[in-house]
């Protein structure tokens, strides 16, 4: 059983930036592929960004890449996103999610939502105009 924490959200000015964390549980962290996804109210949950196992690679939205920085620590359970020059349409509940076994190999495996196995409690980001 993987428990995944968020921290980091709040309130910021349009073009200011955030840092997420999402802390994991358990011994496993390493073997999980990572994600990052967010929902406003009213809409679907959609992806934001996803990270290997290792690390190595990463993967984001289109509306989010070249702003958004994933990252994670295996040594500290802890990934994170880096956010920065953010737009009122960021706003949203984000919520880290830890993957399954299954296989990751590519960015349409990372946005996928069932393929992750735990989801985190979410963290409320908004963005002023």
């Known amino acids: 059983q993987v428990q995944l924490v968020e921290s980091g959200g709040g309130l910021v000015q349009a073009e200011g930036s955030l840092r997420l964390s999402c802390v994991a549980s358990?011994?496993?962290?390493?073997?999980?592929?990572m994600g990052w996804f967010r929902q406003d109210p009213g809409k679907e949950r959609e992806f934001v960004a996803g990270?290997?196992?290792?690390?190595?690679?990463?993967y984001y939205a289109d509306a989010v890449k070249g702003r958004f920085t994933i990252s994670r620590d295996n040594a500290k359970n802890t990934m994170y996103l880096q956010m920065n020059s953010l737009k009122p349409e960021d706003t949203a509940v984000y919520y880290c999610?830890?993957?399954?076994?299954?296989?990751?190999?590519?960015?349409?495996?990372?946005?996928?939502?069932?393929?992750?196995?735990?989801w985190g409690q979410g963290t409320q980001v908004t963005v002023s105009s």
């Open positions: 999610a830890a993957g399954s076994s299954m296989r990751y190999v590519e960015k349409a495996h990372y946005a996928e939502g069932a393929r992750y196995s735990y």
């Open positions: 990270i290997s196992r290792s690390g190595v690679y990463t």
């Open positions: 358990g011994p496993t962290f390493s073997s999980n592929a």
